[in-house]
T-cell receptor, first 109, second 112 residues
Framework: KNEVEQSPQNLTAQEGEFITINCSYS?????LHWLQQHPGGGIVSLFM???GKKKHGRLIATINIQEKHSSLHITASHPRDSAVYIC???????????FGQGTRLTINP | KAGVTQTPRYLIKTRGQQVTLSCSPISGHRSVSWYQQTPGQGLQFLFE???????NKGNFPGRFSGRQFSNSRSEMNVSTLELGDSALYLC???????????FGPGTRLTVT
């Protein structure tokens, strides 16, 4: 069964802290996405990666294909980073995303 | 470049009715995918269209259908609405298969 597991489900931190959200999946993938969803529903694609590491501003995403694991890091977190972060994978041979349950991140000032 | 647009943004329907939702992809994008988001099930894949052909379908009943037009715009239809169909329906477009997907703002459907 193709599964995607995220941890933690909820995360509360103080402004400035380094944040890590993890995502594990069960079988081989062609790509992994990290998405951000703010209250109100809009989803923004943060990263799409199939190997290695990508960085955009204070956000860093890494993936380890052998271990079937990805992490999303936020450096110098800010209250505006408060959102739900969702990991989604495209399993090999299937052009459809399977989503993790999301991580609700709250950054307090 | 304009982003993905979805209409309507909000919709209230009664059980048994049908509804049609529309998605206009980013110009040049030929792939459109639809997703349903509910508090209980999270985000789930509905279907994906590329060049007017449905290439993939999720595990939803036949009441859920869709189509894509020659200009890549897509519609999804839900017939005989049930209370459980209340959800946020999101569409996403991409250039082609396995490219990054760009999400629209969603249509929030409430079935009463």
């Amino acid at each position: 069964k193709n599964e995607v597991e995220q941890s933690p489900q909820n995360l509360t931190a103080q402004e400035g802290e380094f944040i890590t959200i993890n995502c594990s999946y069960s079988v081989g993938i062609s790509a992994l996405h990290w998405l951000q969803q703010h209250p109100g529903g809009g989803i923004v694609s943060l990263f799409m990666l199939s190997s290695g590491k990508k960085k955009h501003g204070r956000l860093i995403a890494t993936i380890n294909i052998q271990e079937k694991h990805s992490s999303l890091h936020i450096t110098a977190s800010h209250p505006r980073d408060s959102a739900v972060y969702i990991c989604a994978v495209c399993f090999q041979g299937a052009q459809k995303l399977v989503f993790g349950q999301g991580t609700r991140l709250t950054i307090n000032p | 470049k304009a982003g993905v647009t979805q209409t309507p943004r909000y919709l209230i329907k009664t059980r048994g009715q049908q509804v049609t939702l529309s998605c206009s992809p980013i110009s040049g994008h030929r792939s459109v995918s639809w997703y349903q988001q509910t508090p209980g099930q999270g985000l789930q894949f509905l279907f994906e269209y590329f060049s007017e052909t449905q290439r993939n379908k999720g595990n939803f009943p036949g009441r859920f259908s869709g189509r894509q037009f020659s200009n890549s715009r897509s519609e999804m239809n839900v017939s005989t609405l049930e209370l459980g169909d209340s959800a946020l329906y999101l569409c996403a477009s991409s250039l082609a298969e396995y490219y990054e997907q760009y999400f629209g703002p969603g249509t929030r459907l409430t079935v009463t």
